[in-house]
């Protein structure tokens, strides 16, 4: 793929492990030697992930060095079970920074209220950092700040910067999911008013889209700062808004909308196999990021007039995102150790 069709970069995620390694029988070979050295589900997990994100790490080399270190990155996540705890974040990111060694690695670390501390300190340690679960413009607000104040930090400590990525991982169609039920909710509400309940409709499938635009929109102002133009003359890399949950999960929308939809200057789009097919298909290729930006903040207030505030959907679909994360981590170790014991057994036999 990076050959034929352009792939800049690869990510992982407890629930990818869980397809691929539940899905088949490639794993079961390394499962076994590893259990034959006596590691357990956790240590054959954490081995398994940072030999594939390693693998993976060198396929994509030629592509970091072709942009130069913009692109070709695989990101790897701390335990999405640490996403409460700063300190052990920020350990674990250092951990699997080191344990992977390659310079074109992100560690991913969720932005919740803990994560930050450990994000901006790991920054500050010059750890790639890919930003996960974000959902509103006031959590973006909080990463975006983080990466300047560590890149500020170091250029006081004399050190490097140029080297230093980082990536704030915005999800989109999960706030259409959320913000089209309460949607819903509304309209059974207004079940004896047929123009109310077209209006509510007319809402839905929107809100994804437009909360994107209005957090890019707040990216370029800070693109535009003055803090910003001080640091990137030092040679700082720009920290790109990365668009995550762009699989279109409703069948009525378009498949490619969070694609199409999201294009522009200083943005990376991870899309899972099926949009991008979806996109190669019959996407379309064009700035759009930064259109109808009247029209995504009319939406914004449309909402929030409507009761549907888009700060509180955030907030919600973060705690869910980190649940979601923990459920899919222990099914992943739950599969492990479910191999790990046949195959022992197996072997013995």
């Known amino acids: 793929m990076v050959d034929r069709d352009g792939l800049g970069g690869v990510t992982t995620n407890p629930a990818i492990f869980e ?19 006596g590691l357990d589900a956790a240590g054959i997990l954490d081995r398994l992930v940072v030999d594939d994100v390693r693998a993976a790490c060198d396929v994509l080399a030629p592509v970091y060095l072709a942009t130069g270190g913009e692109d070709g990155f695989v990101s790897i996540e701390v335990s999405p079970h640490l996403a409460r705890d700063s300190q052990a974040s920020a350990a674990e990111a250092h951990r699997l920074f080191t344990a992977v060694d390659r310079p074109n690695v992100f560690v991913k670390i969720p932005g919740t209220r803990e994560g930050v501390p450990a994000i901006l300190q790991c920054l500050k340690d010059g750890l790639n950092i890919n930003v996960t679960l974000l959902f509103s ?13 560590a890149l500020e930090e170091r250029l ?38 047929a123009a109310e309940r077209r209006r509510l409709e007319a809402l839905k499938g929107r809100a994804g889209v437009a909360n994107a635009k209005v957090a890019y929109e707040r990216f370029r102002s800070y693109l535009n700062s003055r803090e910003w133009q001080l640091i990137a003359a030092s040679g700082a890399k720009v920290q790109r808004v990365l668009w995550a949950s762009t699989g279109v999960e409703e069948p009525r929308y378009p498949d490619t909308m969070y694609v199409d939809e999201l294009i522009g200057e200083h943005t990376v789009t991870t899309l899972p196999e099926v949009t991008w097919k979806a996109f190669k298909e019959h996407g379309t290729v064009a700035r759009t990021v930064d259109r109808h930006l009247d ?6 207030r449309e909402l929030s007039h409507n009761g ?23 099914r992943l170790l739950a599969i492990v150790e479910e191999k790990r014991v046949a195959l022992l057994e197996g072997e013995g036999g």
Request: proline share 0%; with cysteine.
């Open 19 to 37: 397809t691929s390694i539940g899905g088949g029988r490639e794993y079961d070979e390394a499962i076994l030697t590893l259990g034959k050295q």
């Open 137 to 149: 413009v006031t959590q973006y607000e909080a990463v975006a700040d983080a990466y300047l104040v």
């Open 156 to 193: 006081q400590k004399d050190l490097t910067i140029r080297a230093t990525s980082s990536v704030a991982s915005f999800c989109v169609s999960r706030v259409d999911t959320l913000v089209d039920r309460l949607l819903d909710e509304k309209a059974e509400d207004a079940a004896d008013d």
């Open 295 to 300: 029209d995504a903040h009319r939406l914004v």
């Open 308 to 330: 549907v505030d888009l700060e509180r959907v955030g907030a919600q679909l973060q705690n869910e995102g980190v649940d979601l994360s923990v459920a899919a981590f222990d």
